[in-house]
T-cell receptor, first 112, second 113 residues
Framework: AQSVTQPDIHITVSEGASLELRCNYS??????LFWYVQSPGQGLQLLLK??????LVQGIKGFEAEFKRSQSSFNLRKPSVHWSDAAEYFC??????????FGTGTSLTVIP | DADVTQTPRNRITKTGKRIMLECSQT?????MYWYRQDPGLGLRLIYY???????NKGEISDGYSVSRQAQAKFSLSLESAIPNQTALYFC????????????FGEGSRLTVL
């Protein structure tokens, strides 16, 4: 069965520090992988996606993610966090037939 | 204007009442979804529809029903609301390609007293 695990419920980083949010997935075939961000009071916005090809994908707002098949992981990274990055982040896997499975989310706090 | 619009954005109701949440989209997408978000549980799929005549249950469909009135409209109903249906509800759309991403509305916060 498909599943997505985000092991970190909450992360706090200082502004300017680097960030890595973890995501592990379980899926029988080659997955389509996504990272979404949810700002307070807003819907979810796509940060980046992986379908095939280069395992390092670039997204909006300076985010990137690396697909590692051997580790079943798709971790999100940013070299230098800004205060505006404080939000909730969701990893998702897209299965055949346009079904999507989400992780439980990681809440990011950025301290000045 | 938003591509995916949900109404109402906030609603407080009482146990036993019937509630409808509406979703309309201007993206021309065939595929529409209703998700529920609860703290610590992420997003869980309630129902999804791949076209007007195709409705499918998601992982938590009990207590909910849907109607796909047109390609652009997908409504979620709670026939008799109960307090544990208090949550943030999201409508989302996707294009026909299997690699397509989801596009979300801004959410409807429902409180059942």
């Amino acid at each position: 069965a498909q599943s997505v695990t985000q092991p970190d419920i909450h992360i706090t980083v200082s502004e300017g520090a680097s960030l890595e949010l973890r995501c592990n997935y379980s899926y029988g075939a080659t997955p389509y992988l996504f990272w979404y961000v949810q700002s307070p009071g807003q819907g979810l916005q796509l940060l980046l996606k992986y379908f095939s090809g280069d395992t390092l994908v670039q997204g909006i707002k300076g985010f990137e993610a690396e697909f590692k098949r051997s580790q079943s992981s798709f971790n999100l990274r940013k070299p230098s966090v800004h205060w505006s990055d404080a939000a909730e982040y969701f990893c998702a896997v897209g299965a055949t037939g346009n079904q999507f499975y989400f992780g439980t989310g990681t809440s990011l706090t950025v301290i000045p | 204007d938003a591509d995916v619009t949900q109404t109402p954005r906030n609603r407080i109701t009482k146990t036993g009442k019937r509630i409808m949440l509406e979703c309309s989209q201007t993206k021309g997408h065939d595929r529409m979804y209703w998700y529920r978000q609860d703290p610590g549980l992420g997003l869980r799929l309630i129902y999804y529809s791949f076209d007007v005549k195709d409705i499918n249950k998601g992982e938590i469909s009990d207590g909910y029903s849907v109607s796909r009135q047109a390609q652009a409209k997908f409504s979620l109903s709670l026939e008799s609301a109960i307090p544990n249906q208090t949550a943030l509800y999201f409508c989302a759309t996707a294009g026909r390609a299997n690699t397509g991403e989801l596009f979300f509305g801004e959410g409807s916060r429902l409180t059942v007293l």
